[in-house]
Every structure is written in C-alpha cells, then in structure tokens.
T-cell receptor, first 110, second 115 residues
Framework: GQQLNQSPQSMFIQEGEDVSMNCTSS?????WLWYKQDPGEGPVLLIA?????ELTSNGRLTAQFGITRKDSFLNISASIPSDVGIYFC??????????FGQGTTLQVKP | NAGVTQTPKFRILKIGQSMTLQCTQD?????MYWYRQDPGMGLKLIYY???????DKGEVPNGYNVSRSTTEDFPLRLELAAPSQTSVYFC??????????????FGPGTRLTVT
C-alpha cells in the first residue's frame, strides 16, 4: 500500500532556531497536509496544499508541495517553546482517504 | 460549537469484552472517520463514512464495526477486545468533497487499554 516516510523522526533544538522537516511518498499525491499534535490531544490542521509547487504560509510556518508530487516540506521559523509537539504529514491521491506519516517529534529548549 | 467530541477519554477493557466508542460532531460535516494511533506511529484509518447510512472499510477494519444513522454521530464498536486493540482512537470529520474533504478535524481521542 501507499506509504509516507517522514524525517527526521525527532528534533531537539534551541528556541529561536529554524526547523525543517519533510515527507516523501512512493507514489504521487494530489493533496498534502501538515498537522500538529500536542500531548494528549488530537491532531490539528496547520496547512493544506493542493497544487504541485505550491508554497503556503501560516504565521511562522511555511509548507511546500513538491514539484514531483511525491514530497512535501514544512519549515518553522524562529521556534518558540509552544512549537513542541508531533508534526504529521498526510497525503491523498484523490481516493478520499488520507495516508499519514509516522510523525516528527519536536522539542524546543528555552 | 464543540467541534468533534469523543467519549470516553480513557477505558480499560478485559480481553473478550465489548464496548462502543462514541463520536459526535456539530459542524454538519458529511464525512466522518475513525483512526487508531499506536505509539510512535502515524494514524491508520479503521472505517469511514461519507454520509448517514453509508460506511466503508479503511486500512485496518478487522475487529471493529461502525454504523452511521445520523449526520452527527459515528460510533465505533469493538467486539471481543484483544490486546492488539490497545491504542488511542481518534474520530475526525470533514466537509463534502472536493478539496475540503481532506481537511479533517479531529476529536481529542479515546485511550483504550485491553488487558
């Protein structure tokens, strides 16, 4: 079946640093989404991408839909302690269903 | 507007017991989903529904059943609970296609332990 590989698995950074994470797929996706999950909570949608090459921002977060349609990237600028959590990518190839990556755990040291 | 609500938040079951996880959304979304999340893993789709009376299997449906009698409610039934069903269960909903169906809104989850 379709799989998403998300990297890195975890990151431990200093407050104020920029963060980059990515997601790759073995097949083409038509939609990419990025979610954040706080401990004990459900995932919350951060950014949705619908076109190859699309670059979309949400505050300090920027995500890109890769031109090959097999990858996506999420950047967080000037990280703050509340950025701590698990970041998930998710994609769909118009099946109506989402495939989720295994998540990137972000820890921020004040 | 509460969004997606799930009950209970926590539950411990003995092997072989049954239970129903409740999910309700007040956003008038047609699409609803059940996922499970195992430690260190992403979410895996169990069942989904595109409207009242219509349900379909996801990636990991074995051991579960669903029904959708109203737009608002989408309960997940576990029959004969097994330790492999120990997980965190999330319900989600989204608007009707085309694009907006992928923007799923999640509930807070139910943490289930089967011993």
């Amino acid at each position: 079946g379709q799989q998403l590989n998300q990297s890195p698995q975890s990151m431990f950074i200093q407050e104020g640093e920029d963060v980059s994470m990515n997601c790759t797929s073995s097949s083409i996706f038509n939609t990419w989404l990025w979610y954040k999950q706080d401990p004990g909570e459900g995932p919350v949608l951060l950014i949705a991408l619908y076109k190859a090459g699309e670059l979309t921002s949400n505050g300090r977060l920027t995500a890109q839909f890769g031109i090959t349609r097999k990858d996506s990237f999420l950047n967080i600028s000037a990280s703050i302690p509340s950025d701590v959590g698990i970041y998930f990518c998710a994609g769909s190839s118009n099946t109506g269903k989402l495939i989720f990556g295994q998540g990137t755990t972000l820890q921020v040291k004040p | 507007n509460a969004g997606v609500t799930q009950t209970p938040k926590f539950r411990i079951l003995k092997i072989g017991q049954s239970m129903t996880l409740q999910c309700t959304q007040d956003m008038n979304h047609n699409y609803m989903y059940w996922y499970r999340q195992d430690p260190g893993m992403g979410l895996k789709l169990i069942y989904y529904s595109v409207g009242a009376g219509i349900t379909d299997k996801g990636e990991v449906p074995n051991g579960y059943n669903v029904s959708r009698s109203t737009t608002e409610d989408f309960p997940l039934r576990l029959e004969l609970a097994a330790p492999s069903q120990t997980s965190v269960y999330f319900c989600a909903s989204s608007r009707t296609r085309p694009q907006l169906a992928y923007e799923q809104y999640f509930g807070p989850g139910t943490r289930l332990t089967v011993t």
